[in-house]
């Protein structure tokens, strides 16, 4: 249902290195991070 599809994780704390290969290999789908996006405010 998800292969293929993207994913934004919203972090500036390099939590998509521990959560993003999780994601990646259960559901298929390919993390991205975005420096469009402050997590501290």
Known sequence: ???GR???IATKHK???VIGP???KEL???CFVSDK???NI
């Open 1 to 3: 249902m998800f292969q």
């Open 6 to 8: 993207k994913l934004l």
């Open 15 to 17: 939590n998509e290195s």
């Open 22 to 24: 999780i994601f990646e």
């Open 28 to 30: 298929g789908i390919i």
């Open 37 to 39: 996006f402050d997590t």
